[in-house]
């Protein structure tokens, strides 16, 4: 290990430390240093495919970009993906190793800690600089015992830790300070710093709070960052964060149905920033609102989500929609949705079992233990439109609808499924809609235009934007010198 390293924890989950290590890796990039992210333990569905032909959290890929690299699976090494209400999809090094149930997860965490040092080494050995994010609350001392992704990793590192507070939720004089009292001796030493985000309005109104906070802990007060609001631009971690939401303004009038276990749900961010699209997240306890396209998105639990939208009403709205001239777009397992049954012999996803599906195309999906992740690219058959995106999925579909493909790819192979009247399409690609060209196609195809020329050029400016809004609040020398 040769890189200096740093990392950052939270008072709690969603105060912000994705979105600042991403800031902070370009910050010190464009100063010239050779920069990579690192989250020992993530818990998210929403995952980008690396060059390896792994999966990692989306955030850790987003800070690779920031930091101008390509994302490897060193850098998220243990995943875990939820897929029920108390489980989740155990990845390690970008591939599933098992499942396990929370309480079970607890106890063999530790079991992982000599992958992830291994890992850490890995990106230490070939870079200056590693920002490490912690997951969740450093305050979890129930989960301390085993504990990888805080105050337990950054023991076994010897890593100096900066703590971040979110100052917009309310109480962060209490939770940052409350943090050290709960704190471990041995764990509240490493903490040296401490930055406070997401400040509103008059930034001078909380500076006796910051000297409140330095005093009480003893702990250098790194910076008081403002409230970034373009970070709506950049992918969610956690679909905590996709709240239900009022049509964005636009004429062509988009739902998307928030399903509990959306996953890669970043398809959706090159939508929100299209000005002709009236986007809607239709929460679960209401009738699908009216709509000119449906979308049905990715799912870490196809079967049960099929179960939820039934539960809901909505494959009634589904089928009214389609009966009524509607378009839909099914993405990965909104796609297997689509069609007349998803199998799961083995309960890879849950009990065992077959559900029948919506029937608006004719084939069915067989779930097993091989997934498939890789980058691809092709052409979409409809309009000879270019694609490019990713997939990432378990699953096999077959069916005559198969014999009239969306896409063929560059290796081939003929991909998803449009319907003979094209108003229901469905792709196993995911990222597709960040694709210029194939965004503009499918936008047409509805008779709206495309407003933004490069899906890639709001993502650069505004991680440059960040780093630039990250230098003016936060001192940075301070935290390279804090680096060890």
Not at 160 to 184: E, F, H, N, Q, W
Not at 374 to 401: C, I, K, W
């Amino acid at each position: 290990m040769t890189a200096r390293a740093l990392m950052f924890q939270g008072t709690g989950s969603s105060v912000g430390k994705s979105l600042i290590v991403a800031g902070l890796c370009r910050a010190f990039a464009r100063r010239g240093l050779r920069v990579a992210p690192f989250k020992p333990q993530n818990m998210s569905n929403n995952a980008a495919v690396t060059p390896e032909g792994g999966e990692i959290g989306r955030a850790q890929a987003l800070q690779a970009r920031a930091a101008g690299i390509a994302p490897s699976v060193h850098m998220n090494p243990v995943l875990l993906k939820p897929q029920s209400e108390i489980g989740a999809q155990i990845v390690l090094r970008g591939h599933v190793v098992g499942a396990a149930p929370a309480r079970a997860w607890q106890a063999r965490k530790r079991e992982f800690l000599p992958a992830v040092m291994e890992s850490f080494a890995t990106l230490g050995a070939a870079h200056d600089l590693v920002l490490v994010e912690g997951a969740g609350s450093a305050a979890e001392v129930n989960l301390r015992e085993n504990d990888i992704a805080n105050m337990g990793f950054a023991r076994a590192a010897g890593l100096p830790v900066v703590l971040i507070g979110d100052i917009d939720r309310g109480g962060v004089i209490a939770s940052v300070i409350g943090t050290k009292t709960v704190l471990a001796a041995e764990d509240e030493a490493l903490i040296k710093g401490f930055i406070i985000n997401r400040m509103r309005g008059d930034a001078s109104l909380f500076a006796d709070g910051m000297d409140f906070i330095a005093a009480r802990t003893g702990w250098a007060a790194l910076g008081l960052v403002p409230f970034f609001a373009q970070a709506r631009h950049l992918p969610a971690e956690d679909a905590a964060d996709l709240a239900p939401s009022a049509a964005t303004a636009g004429r062509l009038r988009l739902v998307v149905p928030l399903l509990p276990h959306i996953a890669n749900f970043d398809d959706l961010d090159p939508l929100f920033a299209e000005a002709d699209i009236a986007l809607t997240l239709a929460p679960r306890g209401a009738p699908l609102p009216p709509a000119d396209v449906i979308l049905l998105p990715g799912s870490k639990a196809t079967r049960a989500d099929l179960a939820a939208l039934r539960a809901e009403g909505w494959d009634i709205d589904l089928l009214a929609h389609h009966r009524q001239g509607g378009a839909l777009i099914g993405i990965c397992g909104g796609f297997q949705m689509l069609g007349e049954d998803i199998a799961d012999p083995d309960g890879i996803e849950g009990e065992a079992g077959h559900s029948p599906g919506l029937g608006l195309l004719a084939f069915r999906t067989v779930l097993g233990r091989a997934k498939r992740l890789a980058e691809v690219a092709g052409v979409n058959l409809l309009d000879q439109t270019p694609v490019r995106g990713y997939e990432m999925h378990l699953g096999e579909s077959f069916g005559p609808a198969l014999a009239h493909p969306l896409h063929r790819l560059a290796d081939g192979r003929a991909e998803g499924a449009a319907s003979l009247e094209r108003r229901v399409f469905g792709t196993y690609l995911h990222g597709m809609f960040a694709d210029d060209a194939a965004r503009a196609g499918w936008l047409a195809r509805f008779g709206a235009a495309s407003r933004l020329p490069s899906f890639d050029h709001l993502i650069e400016t505004t991680l440059d934007a960040l780093a630039d809004h990250l230098a003016r609040h936060i001192d940075l020398a301070a935290l390279l010198s804090l680096a060890r």
